[in-house]
């Protein structure tokens, strides 16, 4: 057994049909790909699931390649795969899929056992489909071969497929319809395509015996249409369908050594294919186990990114916070002197604030003594003023201390005028008799527009 690794990108498209292995090899030297083909001995598809001699035949392909490992494409050609249109009822892909399975000896005529089902995707109300059919134990045998010699199977389909996928490399339109017909010395094979993508397969008769209906199956629209195969029976076919209106062509895109080998085209473009795909139940086992894998692998890489995540922002924290420290004690002088300097600056408006609402709610003296001056009778005279919070005191002599006590309640900002002591008789030093008095008075509130400094 050939040991060789698996880890290559390179894909290797290869031909199967029951007597035969073609494979078209690239060159390092971007020179024409070199076709390489080996004979093969029948399938045994009553026996077990295993192909010897084609295990034998991928380990001398290996061989021959220039670079180890790969996945190879492979196209089946009839009667290993096989593919036609049927009327089916419209059901999901996966439905047809099954229902086709368990009748597969209805819609396929040869086949045999157990079937994988491959289906061109379509519209979901349609009831015309293309369908095809191959043995599971005839795709078993050519994964354990392919496994055998080194490789792993990227994809197996209908070697139709193959054939209209080339469509997109000679199609000068792309995405347009455009038909390939393949011409052998045992049948001539029409297959209609749209987007590289299979639309319609007809056979016919091998050379000219259906000459008719090939030229009524191609009439009556511009597509293109471009002819493969064994050159004399397509030359022959060519002359034939020429008075009848159907132009055949030859692809110039493609290599001639392709075009005259319809195993060698639908080798070099089976890793084209999108569908048809042949997959049996253990490659589907194996794809769920490894996206099963992928999804594990990647919630691990997920928790190990988030747990990667929070430590860096957990050091980006702690590396700013050091930073904001060393700034802090860089500036804490500046700042204790902004601070004292603040402190300072504060406690002066306060002491103002505490010095203006202490003189907006003092008494105003001034005004208090001006009354009391403009009232006090002319031949008395004061000798005291007491003033604190609310009260005033007054003494002072005066002839008759009842004309003072008259004038001073007529004194606006007083009330509650009244005698603190008793009044007592003194003669003066010229021997004048006078009276001494003391008396006591409440100031009046003021006026709130009166509110303000002393004048």
Same mark, same amino acid.
């Given at each position: 057994m050939v040991k060789r690794s698996a880890t290559s990108a390179e894909r290797i498209g290869i031909s199967l049909s029951p007597h035969s292995l073609c494979a078209v090899i690239a060159r390092s030297d971007r020179a024409q790909p070199r076709i390489w083909r080996t004979a093969l001995a029948d399938f045994a598809t009553d026996g077990a699931a295993a192909w010897p001699s084609l295990a034998t035949a991928l380990q001398s392909l290996a061989r021959e390649l220039p670079s180890a490992g790969g996945e190879l494409c492979v196209a089946l050609h009839a009667p290993l795969a096989e593919l036609r249109v049927a009327d089916l009822p419209s059901l999901r892909d996966v439905d047809l899929q099954q229902l086709l399975a368990r009748n597969a000896g209805k819609y396929f005529v040869s086949a045999r056992g157990s079937q994988v089902i491959g289906l061109v995707p379509a519209a979901r109300d349609a009831t015309h489909r293309i369908v095809a059919a191959a043995a599971g134990k005839l795709l078993d045998a050519i994964h354990d071969a392919a496994h055998a010699a080194g490789f792993r199977v990227a994809s197996i389909v209908p070697a139709e497929a193959a054939w209209v996928a080339s469509a997109e490399q000679w199609n000068e339109s792309s995405?347009?319809?455009a038909r390939v017909m393949i011409v052998s010395d045992n049948q001539t094979l029409l297959l209609g395509s749209a987007r590289s993508q299979l639309t319609?397969?007809?056979?016919?008769?091998?050379?000219?015996?259906?000459v008719e209906d090939i030229a009524t199956a191609c009439a009556g629209d511009s597509v293109r249409t471009v002819m493969v195969g064994d050159a004399s029976i397509a030359d022959a076919l060519s002359r034939q369908l020429a008075?009848?209106?159907? @132009?055949?062509?030859?692809?110039? &895109? /493609?290599?001639?050594? !392709?075009?005259?080998?319809?195993?060698?085209?639908?080798?070099?473009?089976?890793?084209?294919?999108?569908?048809?795909?042949?997959?049996?139940?253990?490659?589907?086992?194996?794809?769920?186990?490894?996206a099963g894998r992928l999804a594990r692998r990647l919630g691990i890489a997920a928790v190990v990114l988030l747990l990667l995540s929070a430590?860096?922002?957990?050091?980006?924290?702690?590396?700013?916070?050091?930073? @904001?420290?060393?700034?802090?004690? &860089? /500036?804490?002088?500046? !700042?204790?002197?902004?601070?004292?300097g603040r402190t300072t600056v504060e406690t002066a408006f306060r002491q103002l604030a505490l010095l203006a609402e202490t003189e907006r709610s003092a008494p105003l003296w001034s005004r208090v003594i001006g009354g009391i001056s403009e009232q006090l009778p002319y031949e008395a005279y004061l000798t005291g003023f007491r003033g604190r919070a609310d009260t005033v005191g007054v003494d002072g002599l005066a002839q008759q201390a009842a004309r003072v006590f008259d004038a001073i309640e007529a004194v606006p900002q007083l009330r509650g005028v009244h005698a603190s002591s008793p009044v007592r008789r003194e003669?003066?030093?010229?021997?004048?008799?006078?009276?001494?008095?003391?008396?006591?008075?409440?100031?009046?509130?003021?006026?709130?527009?009166?509110?303000?400094?002393?004048?």
């Open positions: 995405g347009s319809s319609d397969v007809r056979r016919f008769r091998a050379g000219t015996g259906d008075p009848r209106g159907v @132009v055949l062509h030859v692809p110039s &895109a /493609i290599p001639a050594e !392709l075009i005259g080998a319809p195993d060698a085209l639908a080798a070099r473009f089976a890793p084209a294919v999108r569908t048809p795909v042949f997959v049996t139940e253990s490659v589907k086992r194996e794809r769920t186990a490894q430590v860096l922002q957990l050091w980006g924290v702690r590396r700013e916070l050091v930073a @904001v420290r060393a700034e802090r004690d &860089a /500036i804490r002088p500046q !700042l204790s002197a902004t601070l004292v003669t003066s030093a010229d021997g004048e008799a006078l009276e001494r008095f003391q008396l006591s008075a409440l100031l009046r509130p003021p006026p709130a527009d009166s509110a303000g400094g002393q004048p």
